[in-house]
């Protein structure tokens, strides 16, 4: 199976930060690699597929990037609506695996 | 617009047995992929199962392989987790999800909330 490691596994951040996740898979994965965002007691959303392609209706605050074996999530500017856990998964091949999740928090 | 609605959760005992049903709205149904995503209690995501639109190919994870069986009623908008020899470790929140473009998930229900305990 591959292993998806996400970092940090939370974080701190103010209305207007820049925040970055990153994500790294234990064998390569090409860009078959998304990102979700769930708040508390609801669905996961799709934000980000095939690494970099913003899902419709999300927005552009939302940008995702890959270096080498690095997946990066970053939120532009972050907004209220933000705070929430993030998950990247990959598509690449099953058993489709998630990241552990990073609690992006209110400091 | 796209509407995925579960039910079928409850509280059961180990080694008991549940069915999940997922009816899906506003989209062509027999087009797209489905999966079941389960979450536990303050865990994260975990993949449990995906059928393909015209039901010809079931992939499941390890933990529930055997257990679990994936299926749909393409004439009635209607996906549905056979749920078998029940373990603790099962106690999670359900999600039928629809598979966008290949293994990525764009919609997603609300959940059902699976318990097992004696």
């Known amino acids: 199976d591959i292993q998806m490691t996400q970092s940090p596994s939370s974080l701190s951040a103010s209305v207007g930060d820049r925040v970055t996740i990153t994500c790294r898979a234990s064998?390569?994965?090409?860009?078959?690699l998304n990102w979700y965002q769930q708040k508390p007691g609801k669905a996961p959303k799709l934000l980000i597929y095939?690494?970099?392609s913003l899902q419709s209706g999300v927005p552009s605050r939302f940008s995702g990037s890959v270096s080498g074996s690095d997946f990066t999530l970053t939120i532009s500017s972050l907004q209220p609506a933000d705070f929430a856990t993030y998950y990247c998964?990959?598509?690449?091949?099953?058993?489709?695996?998630f990241g552990g999740g990073t609690k992006v928090e209110i400091k | 617009q796209v509407q995925l609605l579960e039910s079928g959760g409850g509280v059961v005992q180990p080694g008991g047995s549940l069915r999940l049903s997922c009816v899906a709205s506003?989209?062509?149904?027999?087009?797209?992929?489905m999966h079941w995503v389960r979450q536990a209690p303050g865990k994260g995501l975990e993949w449990v199962a995906f059928?393909?639109?015209?039901?010809?190919?079931?992939y499941y994870a390890e933990s529930v392989k055997g257990r679990f069986t994936i299926a749909r009623d393409n004439s009635m908008d209607t996906l549905s987790l056979q749920m078998r020899s029940l373990r603790p470790e099962d106690t999670a929140v359900y999600y039928c999800?629809?598979?966008?473009?290949?293994?990525?998930?764009?919609?997603w229900g609300q959940g059902t909330l699976v318990i097992v305990s004696s």
């Open positions: 998964q990959q598509s690449y091949s099953t058993p489709l695996t």
């Open positions: 059928i393909r639109f015209d039901g010809a190919n079931k």
């Open positions: 095939s690494a970099s």
């Open positions: 506003g989209f062509i149904f027999n087009t797209h992929g």
């Open positions: 064998e390569g994965i090409d860009t078959y």
């Open positions: 999800a629809r598979d966008s473009r290949t293994w990525v998930v764009d919609y």
